[in-house]
């Protein structure tokens, strides 16, 4: 078979990375990957946003099946225009995508369907939010309505705050149409898991649970990032939790789609709360986690592609979907200075033996050397029988890359152990 991946981050490599086991596969296809990639994959440079360009080269390609991992094709429609041309895809279309891609919409769909979450006001107009401000119960928490590269969520402390952030969505439009409305919601507390899903709309099985760490720095310090590291499974998400997310958010979220018209087949990712009143959804995202997937597809131990082809032919219900008891954790190598300005241009040395366990998310090839070209360059994955042991391995791993301006976080996985010893 030939399979092409859109996008071309570390969650892709790890994707690329679990498909390449099916026995099956010719031929792997990244558009656009990355130079890390590259050593996994045929990258061909074609933006994961073009879809007409995407479409034409899978027909010209023979591709027999593809997976669309970032949310902007996937809100764009990639795979509607994919399918029309008869190319089975594994991601949601775009009247499902929606979910991740209009907070609004997802909001009033936990609302109508009595899925717990954060109480919430939309507002599509700015003086109006103002005005909610003055009295709302303060932190808040202000959310751009559309995607908005991981960057439209503002937890406010003060009342200032609360309004700066509602001037700069709403009328200075830092995030573009996706600001035209806003969400202001309840700031919840509690531990954060993230579990994925696989869905094909009639059920929902969950992946491992996992736990990202969002803060540039250690001990949760600094600006919001994309990611610098996850762990799995997540100790707080006990059995017990999972029975009661199940029952009180997976299956209601996913009958409530289907009973929208807009069946969810794909990964659903669940961002989760588990607050003093029970777990309640933070975000809902229509893909992958990254990084979370580069923890949560090692453990994998059936065969991805083949649970894919069950989520796109609806029959994931007969289909084994079997994760390893073992533990993993992932730390992120970034550029210094990220998630704000940083250099690039640097070469990244990995050794041979780590090649497997490294997930490549901002480099190129240049010359036959790779060389840094994103904030977040790398991550690194070890996976063991305890935690403690996956975190050790992780780091001893992370001392033997090396390039320069290299920036990590000190404190992966800690916040889980100390969890875990409760
Ligand atoms: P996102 O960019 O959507 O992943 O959200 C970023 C982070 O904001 C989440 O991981 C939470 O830590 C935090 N967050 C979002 N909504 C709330 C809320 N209602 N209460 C407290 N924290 C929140
Ligand atoms: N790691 C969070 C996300 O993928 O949105």
């Known amino acids: 078979m030939n399979i092409l991946v859109v996008g071309g981050g570390g969650r892709e490599h790890a994707i690329i990375k679990k498909i390449k086991e099916n026995k099956t596969v010719k031929q792997i296809f990244a558009l656009p990957g990355n130079g890390g990639i590259a050593a996994d994959a045929i990258c061909v440079n074609i933006a994961a946003t073009d879809i007409d360009a995407i479409v034409d080269f899978a027909l010209k390609t023979q591709i027999d099946y ?15 225009a994919l399918n029309e041309k008869g190319i089975a895809c594994f991601g949601p279309n775009k009247a499902a995508a929606i979910i991740e891609g209009s907070k609004v919409f997802s909001k009033n769909l936990m609302k109508k369907y009595g899925i717990p979450t954060a109480a919430y006001e939309v507002f599509d107009d700015a003086e109006k939010a103002l005005k909610y401000l003055e009295t709302a119960p303060i ?49 919840l507390t509690g531990p954060e898991v993230s579990v994925l899903s696989f869905t094909d709309g009639n059920v929902v099985v969950p992946m491992v649970s996992s736990m990202d760490h969002k803060r540039a720095g250690d001990n949760d310090t ?7 590291g996850t ?25 409530a789609m289907k009973a929208e018209g807009r069946t969810f087949k794909g990964c659903l990712y669940f961002g989760l709360m588990l607050t003093p009143n029970g777990p309640k959804v933070i975000e809902y995202n229509c893909r992958f986690g990254d990084p979370e997937t580069q923890v949560v597809l090692p453990l994998l131990e059936s065969d991805l592609l083949t649970v894919m082809q069950a989520v796109t032919n609806e029959t994931l219900a007969d289909t ?11 730390v992120i190598m970034a550029s210094k200075g990220y998630p704000s300005s940083y250099e690039k241009g640097f070469e990244i040395s990995v050794p041979e033996d780590l090649l497997d366990s490294t997930y490549v998310a901002g480099a190129v090839l240049k010359d036959g050397k790779l060389l840094t070209s994103g904030g977040r360059v790398l991550g690194v994955t070890s996976i063991a029988d305890t935690l403690a ?34």
């Not at 979907?321 to 993993?328: C, G, L, P, Q, T």
């Open 66 to 80: 593809a997976v669309v991992a970032p949310d902007d094709p996937l809100v764009l429609g990639c795979v509607d």
């Open 139 to 187: 932190p808040t928490v202000i959310k751009a309505d559309g995607l908005a590269l991981g960057k439209g969520v503002i937890i406010a402390m003060t009342r200032e705050e609360a309004r700066d952030a509602v001037v700069s969505i709403m009328q200075d439009k830092q995030f573009g149409k996706s600001g035209d409305n806003i969400v202001i919601e309840e700031f």
């Open 222 to 228: 600094g600006l919001n990032t994309g990611g610098m």
């Open 231 to 255: 762990v799995a499974p997540n100790p707080y998400y006990t059995d017990e939790v999972a029975e009661e997310c199940m029952q009180k958010i997976f299956l209601p979220t996913i009958r």
């Open 320 to 330: 084994e979907v079997k994760f390893s008891d073992k533990h993993a954790c992932c």
């Open 389 to 422: 042991d996956a975190i050790k391995q992780s780091y001893k791993k992370v001392e033997n890359i090396k390039f320069d301006n290299r920036y990590y976080r000190n404190d992966i996985g800690q916040k889980a152990l100390k969890a875990g010893e409760k």
